[in-house]
């Protein structure tokens, strides 16, 4: 069954770093999107991507974030210049092109630690 | 504003127990719900999901009704079994948010042999 892969799976990284986020999604999906879990909270609403460029985002995706779709696979997050409250789980999830409501199919998550 | 409030856990079971695990929402409109449920170490994966009031979403043995009267959508399961054992999170995409899921807190369910 295909599925949502994210790469790394872990990553650390001192506050002020770049860090790039990455994201395989199911292959005939056109829909990307974008959500994070800080310890302890729910899991937020960042972006979504369609037909190469944002369709919506929360007040959460600041200047700091951007979304990249830079060839026909991969997905990717990008946090210019990280902070401590950036420490959270990533999550890139993708749905089909049939419906824009399509369900969303997520990947396991990248946690990322900034110190 | 949208949002999705979750009993909070772990809530705890013996095996071949009966599950509720309650889900409220407030939105504007007619929702779309949805429970997905997270396995150790892995991402979150659709359970069930009810586009209509009235609908029942059903899968694996689990099961949620679409209430509309008292905005719920709670999770139940007639017998459990340790390999249930996961966080269960419900999400609701309104109607006037585009395809953004607002997610409930999780809970945690453990299941004893």
């Known amino acids: 069954e295909p599925e949502v892969t994210q790469t790394p799976s872990h990553q650390v990284t001192q506050m002020g770093q770049e860090v790039i986020l990455r994201c395989v999604p199911i292959?005939?999906?056109?829909?990307f999107y974008w959500y994070r879990q800080i310890l302890g909270q729910k899991v937020e609403f960042l972006v979504s991507?369609?037909?190469?460029?944002?369709?919506?985002k929360s007040e959460i995706f600041d200047d700091q974030f951007s979304v990249e779709r830079p060839d026909g696979s991969n997905f990717t997050l990008k946090i210019r210049s990280t902070k401590l409250e950036d420490s959270a789980m990533y999550f890139c999830?993708?749905?089909?092109?049939?419906?824009?409501?399509?369900?969303?199919?997520f990947g396991p998550g990248t946690r990322l630690l900034v110190l | 504003g949208n949002s999705v409030t979750q009993m909070e856990g772990p809530v705890t079971l013996s095996e071949e127990a009966f599950l509720t695990i309650n889900c409220t929402y407030t939105a504007t409109g007619y929702p779309s719900l949805f429970w997905y449920v997270q396995y150790p170490g892995e991402g979150l994966q659709l359970l069930l999901k009810?586009?209509?009031?009235?609908d029942k979403g059903s899968n694996k043995g689990f099961e949620a009704t679409y209430r509309k009267e008292t905005t719920s959508f709670h999770l139940e399961k007639g017998s459990v079994q340790v390999s249930d054992s996961a966080v269960y999170f419900c999400a609701l995409r309104a109607n006037n948010a585009g395809n953004m899921l607002t997610f409930g807190g999780g809970t945690r369910l453990m299941v004893k042999p």
């Open positions: 009810a586009t209509k009031a009235d």
């Open positions: 999830a993708s749905s089909d092109a049939r419906s824009q409501l399509g369900t969303q199919y």
């Open positions: 292959s005939n999906h056109l829909y």
């Open positions: 991507f369609y037909n190469n460029e944002i369709s919506e």
